[in-house]
C-alpha cells in the first residue's frame, strides 16, 4: 500500500505508489498505456527526471514495461505460479506428465534452445553428485518460454555413466520427463532439496530471458536423491522474478 503520509518519501516514489495503486484498483488493465513523462509533470508539477524515475520504478517491479516509441503500458504477461511442492510430486512425472502441469493449468509453455552434451563436471557438481572432479555428466540446458514469454533457464547434470544410453542423453526425454526416465533406471527420485538465491541477471541472461532493466533473478538449485540418498541430479535454475510467484503449501 502507498505511504503516502510519508512526505520524506522522494516524490518519484510517490508517484509511483499512485499508479501502482491504480493499476491495483483496476483503473489501468493489463495493456493499457500510462501516463507519460509529459502527463505526470503536469499533474504532479514535477520535473520530467522525477515522471522518469516514477515510471522506471514500475518497470524495474516487473509491473510495466517500455514500447519503444509508444510509451509505458501496464505488463500483460500473468505471473506464473510455481507450486513448489506439488510440482515434484510422484503423481505428476510417475504418470507421465510434465512437473510444470503443476503450474501452468492451460497456459501455452515451449522448451526452445534445448541442447544435450556430455561434459566434464565442474567441481561443485561433482561434490554433490560424488564424482570425481572431471567425471563425465550429462548436461542438458533449456529454455522455458511461456505464453511467448522467456521464463526461466535450466541446467541439469547428471552422471553420465548412470544415464548412458537412455531417453535423458536425447533433446526428448519423453513423457514425464527425465524424473520417470530415471525411474525406469532404477534411480527413482524419492527426495529433492532446493536452495534458492536471488541476483541482478548477467547480461547474458538478461538477454535470453528478455527481462527489462533492473529485475533480479531467481536461483533455484534442485537436488533429486533416490531411496538410498544417492544424488542423482542437479538442476540450476534461473528464474524471472518478475515472471514468477514461488508458493509452498504444506500441512504443520
Same mark, same amino acid.
Request: overall charge negative; aromatic content about 6%.
Given at each position: ?16 505508489? =499512485?499508479?501502482r !495503486? ?13 501516463p507519460g513523462?509529459?502527463d ?10 522525477t515522471?522518469r ?15 519503444k ?21 510422484r ?11 503443476a ?11 534445448v541442447?544435450?552434451?556430455? !561434459?566434464a ?11 570425481? !572432479? ?8 533449456r529454455?522455458?518460454?511461456l ?21 535423458? =542423453?536425447?533433446?526428448?526425454t519423453?513423457?514425464?520427463? =527425465? ?34 532493466a533492473?529485475?533480479?533473478?531467481i ?18 535454475? =534461473? ?14
Open positions: 500500500m502507498a505511504n503516502t503520509g510519508d512526505d520524506r518519501r522522494p516524490k518519484y516514489q510517490r508517484i509511483a505508489d =499512485t499508479l !495503486e491504480a493499476i491495483r484498483s483496476g483503473e489501468y488493465g493489463p495493456g493499457d498505456r500510462l513523462e509529459n505526470l509533470m503536469t499533474v504532479h508539477g514535477v520535473a520530467r527526471m515522471a524515475q516514477a515510471l522506471s520504478v514500475l518497470r524495474d517491479e516487473g509491473v510495466a514495461e517500455a514500447r516509441g509508444a510509451g509505458v503500458f501496464v505488463r500483460e504477461f500473468r505471473p506464473l505460479r510455481r507450486r513448489g511442492i506439488q510440482r515434484l510430486a503423481q505428476q512425472w510417475g504418470n507421465g506428465r510434465s512437473i510444470w502441469a503450474d501452468i493449468e492451460n497456459r501455452s509453455l515451449e522448451v526452445d534452445q541442447t544435450v552434451s556430455e !561434459e563436471a565442474p567441481e561443485s557438481v561433482a561434490a554433490v553428485l560424488d564424482l570425481a !572432479e572431471g567425471e563425465p555428466v550429462c548436461v542438458r540446458r529454455r522455458f518460454v505464453d511467448s514469454k522467456p521464463v526461466l533457464l535450466a541446467t541439469s547434470y547428471l552422471p553420465a555413466a548412470l544415464v548412458a544410453g537412455s531417453a535423458i =542423453t536425447q533433446e526428448d519423453g513423457k514425464g520427463g =527425465t524424473y520417470a526416465r530415471l525411474a525406469e533406471l532404477g534411480y527413482k527420485p524419492v527426495h529433492f532439496r532446493e536452495e534458492i538465491r536471488s541476483r541482478m541477471p548477467s547480461s547474458e541472461e538478461a538477454t535470453q530471458l528478455s527481462m527489462s533492473g529485475t533480479p533473478v536461483l533455484v538449485c534442485r537436488t533429486a536423491f533416490t531411496d538410498a540418498a544417492r544424488p542423482v541430479e542437479i538442476n540450476e535454475m =534461473t528464474l524471472d522474478a518478475a515472471s514468477y510467484i514461488l508458493e509452498y503449501d504444506f500441512d504443520a
